[in-house]
């Protein structure tokens, strides 16, 4: 697992294969909640993002409210 974050009850792993781990870079990760006053992690969104050779990739998952 290169990272992983968690906000309230959404999680967001990111995991390469071994052999490719000498050609990752950069990696990043945040959250941004944004539940009741923007502050309470039942709504929001996480991202990781990295450098894979010369690809740059980046993973979200997010819990937003409807409408």
Do not use: E, R
């Amino acid at each position: 697992m290169i990272s992983g974050y968690s906000l309230g009850a959404t999680h967001l792993a990111v995991f390469v294969h071994i052999g490719l781990t000498p050609i990752i870079s950069n990696v990043k990760s945040d959250c941004l909640a944004t539940g009741i006053q923007n502050v309470v992690g039942n709504k929001g969104g996480i991202c990781v993002s990295f450098n894979l050779g010369k690809s740059s990739l980046a993973f979200v998952s997010c819990h937003l409210a409807a409408g």
